[in-house]
Nanobody
Framework: QVQLVESGGGLVQAGGSLILSCAAS???????????MGWFRQAPGKEREFVAV????????SYADSVRGRFTISRDDAKNTVYLQMNNLKPEDTAVYYC?????????????????????WGQGTQVTVSS
C-alpha cells in the first residue's frame, strides 16, 4: 500500500506562488522510484481534474492546458516526495489539491483515466488564491 500526505497549501494573492509537497510512505514491495506520481485538484462544486504527472524516470512531465507554463512537477526519489511548484497563481486555481500514486497505467492512459478509477490518494491540501 501507498500512503500519501500533502502539504504546502494556503492562501495567496493572485500572481503569487506556492510549493506543494507530497510525501509517500510505502509498504514492503513498493518502490517510490517506480511509481507514476500525479497531482489533481477539485474546486467546490466541480469534479476532480488532472493537473500534472511525472513518470517513474522523472523525465516525462505532463500538464493540463490550464496550468502549463505556470506549474512545474518534480520528484525526489531519495525522499519519496513529489512537488508541485505553482507560479502566477490565479483565482481559478483555488481548489483542494490531491496527490496520487500509480503503478497500473501507462503515462498516456493515466492522463486520460477518470480520477475515480485511480487508487492511492492523499487527504488533500487547500489552495486559495485571492483576487
Amino acid at each position: 500500500q501507498v500512503q500519501l500526505v500533502e502539504s504546502g497549501g494556503g492562501l495567496v494573492q493572485a500572481g503569487g506562488s506556492l510549493i506543494l509537497s507530497c510525501a509517500a510512505s510505502l509498504a514492503s514491495g513498493f518502490t517510490f522510484g517506480m511509481l507514476t506520481m500525479g497531482w489533481f485538484r477539485q474546486a467546490p462544486g466541480k469534479e476532480r481534474e488532472f493537473v500534472a504527472v511525472i513518470n517513474w524516470s522523472g523525465r516525462i512531465p505532463s500538464y493540463a492546458d490550464s496550468v502549463r507554463g505556470r506549474f512545474t512537477i518534480s520528484r525526489d526519489d531519495a525522499k519519496n516526495t513529489v512537488y508541485l511548484q505553482m507560479n502566477n497563481l490565479k483565482p481559478e486555481d483555488t481548489a483542494v489539491y490531491y496527490c496520487n500514486a500509480d503503478s497500473s497505467h501507462s503515462l498516456s492512459d493515466y492522463i486520460k483515466a477518470p480520477p475515480s478509477s485511480l487508487r492511492n490518494w492523499g487527504q488533500g491540501t487547500q489552495v486559495t488564491v485571492s483576487s
